[in-house]
């Protein structure tokens, strides 16, 4: 199987700012914990503080769509709910 890597950015809505920033220290750590997880990264873009650059790659299709999974009903998934998602996912 091959790996899968999810790349691009979400755009933050300026009023949930705080609570997703806070929110990510617990997201970024569970997901280094998930089995799978080769790489994670979402960084706050230096030229617009409303923009996280994110970065992810997975062992195989079966682990990134247990993350997927587990995102959409975590705390980050609620936290999330208005965040605008611009990604590109490769296989």
Known sequence: M????LKGYILVPESELELVQ???VNHRR???????CNMFSVIQSSENFLRF?????FADKASFE???KRVKN???G???VNVERHYEIFE
């Open 2 to 5: 091959s790996k899968v890597t």
């Open 74 to 76: 975590s705390h980050w």
């Open 22 to 24: 806070n929110e990510l």
């Open 30 to 36: 569970l997901t280094l914990e998930e089995e799978g």
């Open 66 to 68: 247990q993350h997927q």
């Open 53 to 57: 650059d994110v970065y992810e790659e």
């Open 78 to 80: 609620k936290v999330t």
